[in-house]
């Protein structure tokens, strides 16, 4: 027990341990309820496994902070294992981990895929992703997770890759295609629960930031003009937290709303960051965000959203209370490229 309680960051070992737990129950005990065959049992089971990897996704991210355990390689491990149960272990926990590194500390949002060009040259395909959109399926997020296949046959810096994504693809597809084939019902509440969880990170993500987009992830010598700019980087994060009243109810998102207190200390734990908030604005946090406003917004904007690349020039607090934010798609941290 000594060992095990060694592991862990600060008094991380119980709340880390009811995390991980929760992720395994969720998870696998969903999948489990998919295969009941009743229809209470699929919904049930629909939402047991997209809230088990949305915490699973939140979980991965504080590994790449090394924020909850004391030695780099656990945070490693315990993140690999995040990466493999949200479905996104086409690309590796490295790859997603350095991607995130270079948000916090170029104070942009780095990629090397533009999306919004690649659709627009494809207007048949961009017509499909917008309507897609329209009926709330994540398309164009299934796109970039769809590019952590592709990428390694794209990018030369990701070549080393191509085994693993081969392996990775084969095992997943026979899987689901077995599923399709043994248990349709079961396959379409997975397909449910997949784009649910999307959904949850991509909204968690659309509002949280105004800043600007840079093609810049495979040339890190360009310096971007906010890097290091710690007042840029406060006036431009937000915090969207999902009840400030009932404060446990973020935990929904694993404290993730708490942004500005992430970004003023990213490598505090996720079971800290509501009394660091606390401590640094009180019941005043000029950056928080009205909830309701952006699910008004997340509605609204659905379809715009697909080639918005930022927020506009008026004051982000302003445009969400009125539901007027746009918001960006395709800042997962969970899509390195």
Known sequence: MQVYKNIWRDEGMLPNTLAIGYVLLTYFGGWALLFVGTWWSLVLGVIAVAHGMTIAAYLLHDCGHNALCKKVEHNTRVGRWMNVITGSHYGTYEDMRYKHMRHHVDNCEPLAFDYRVWLQERPVLYKIVCGLEWCYIPAVELVMHGMLIAAPFVYESKKAQRGRVVRVTLLRFSFFALLVWLAPPVALGYSVAYCLFLTVLRFMDSFQHNYEIFYTL?????????????????HNTYSNLISARWPWLNLLALNFPYHNAHHTKPNTAWYRLPTFHDSLYGDNCPQQLSMWGQVKSFHQHRVSRVLAEEYGTADVRETVRDGKAVGVNALSFLTAF
Do not use: F, Q
Request: hydrophobic share 10%.
């Open 218 to 234: 495979d040339t890190a010598d360009i310096k971007p003009p906010y890097k290091g700019n710690r007042e840029y980087e406060e």
